[in-house]
């Protein structure tokens, strides 16, 4: 008789994307992952490979629901540059007022694992051009429609949110402080004229 799945990968999937997101890459051991995926070795094995190929997995689901979706929910519910402040509202909320520590798994990632795996190193890269697009893009919508000065240059800006958006959520890890945050929110803001 074969073998047959007897749990939600997806769900699985999900636990081990907290629990990688929570202590990092290398923290996390297979044994960790078993214990909080609920299944047994053979079963996360047999369904997402290896641990690097479940660490990829949870990368992509991450970067689906917390990039994808977000970008996509922040452009339909703000116009473009209330979209871009909004991102920056929404990444203090979840440090100050959310009390997470975790920051974000992909800058997590960046800085832990980008230096000397060439596939992470990948998969992050395009993800902050994901996020240096979106604000290009809001830049470029806002200018046309009078909302953003022309002096603004779009590439440039864009680049200099993506640092400070970084910088946010590198803060929200070691040094939560509201004001803190803030100032560095209204560097963004300043940007945009």
């Known amino acids: 008789m074969p073998w047959e799945k007897?749990?939600?990968?997806?769900?699985?999937?999900?636990?081990?994307?907290?629990a990688f997101w929570a202590r990092g890459y290398e923290a996390t051991s297979i044994s960790d992952l078993v214990e909080c995926m609920g299944i047994n070795r053979g079963s996360l094995y047999s369904t997402f490979g290896d641990k690097h190929s479940l660490f990829i997995a949870?990368?992509?689901?991450?970067?689906m629901a917390h990039l994808h979706d977000w970008v996509s929910a922040l452009t339909?519910?703000?116009?473009p540059r209330d979209g871009i402040v909004a991102a920056f509202e929404q990444a203090i909320a979840a440090a100050v007022e959310g009390g997470s520590r975790k920051g974000c798994l992909l800058v997590n990632t960046a800085l832990e694992l980008s230096p000397h795996d060439d596939e992470v190193s990948e998969f992050v890269r395009d993800s902050l051009i994901e996020m240096e697009t979106f604000f290009r893009?809001?830049?470029?919508?806002?200018?046309?429609g009078g909302e953003i000065p022309a002096h603004v240059a779009p590439v440039d800006t864009a680049r200099s949110l993506l640092s400070l958006f970084i910088a946010i959520r590198v803060f929200s890890r070691s040094?939560?402080?509201?004001?803190?945050?803030?100032?560095?929110?209204?560097?963004?803001?300043?940007?945009?004229?």
């Open 58 to 63: 949870a990368l992509r689901q991450y970067r």
């Open 6 to 18: 007897k749990f939600n990968s997806d769900e699985a999937l999900s636990k081990a994307m907290h």
């Open 76 to 79: 339909q519910a703000h116009g």
């Open 175 to 193: 040094r939560p402080e509201e004001p803190l945050l803030r100032s560095v929110a209204n560097q963004a803001r300043a940007m945009l004229g």
């Open 137 to 144: 893009d809001r830049i470029e919508q806002g200018q046309a």
